[in-house]
């Protein structure tokens, strides 16, 4: 299995930017597909982005595309959300999840953190 444990989430001003880390450990070698979801209050789970760990190719939803990158480094086996311009509306509990080659889940996204809030405050 993979084990997920996200930080870096706090309580920012609107247009300033975090860093949010995600440390997975367990079977890597297995994982696909890293993601970024966000659920805000009274709202559904949304995807956010996503990298394949080996390509390091990355996919983003169309609201944070050119505020946010997803980035990893493959020595630390740890995925990164840089967010910048950040908007009350990106305030959320963000949740690092991933996916493996050979997932059971619907999908695919089998192995979740614990999440970590970001709070934007205007």
């Known amino acids: 299995q993979v084990q997920l444990v996200e930080s870096g989430g706090g309580l920012v001003q609107a247009g300033d930017s975090l860093r949010l880390s995600c440390a997975a450990s367990?079977?890597?070698?297995?994982?696909?597909?890293m993601g970024w979801f966000r659920q805000a209050p009274g709202k559904e789970r949304e995807f956010v982005a996503r990298i394949t760990w080996s390509s390091g190719s990355t996919y983003y939803t169309d609201s944070v595309k050119e505020r946010f990158t997803i980035s990893r480094d493959n020595a630390k086996n740890t995925v990164y959300l840089l967010m910048n311009s950040l908007k009350p509306e990106d305030t959320a509990v963000y949740y690092c999840?991933?996916?493996?080659?050979?997932?059971?889940?619907?999908?695919?996204?089998?192995?979740w953190g614990q999440g970590t809030q970001v709070t934007v405050s205007s």
């Open positions: 999840a991933a996916a493996p080659y050979l997932a059971t889940s619907g999908n695919g996204y089998q192995y």
């Open positions: 367990g079977r890597i070698f297995s994982v696909y597909n």
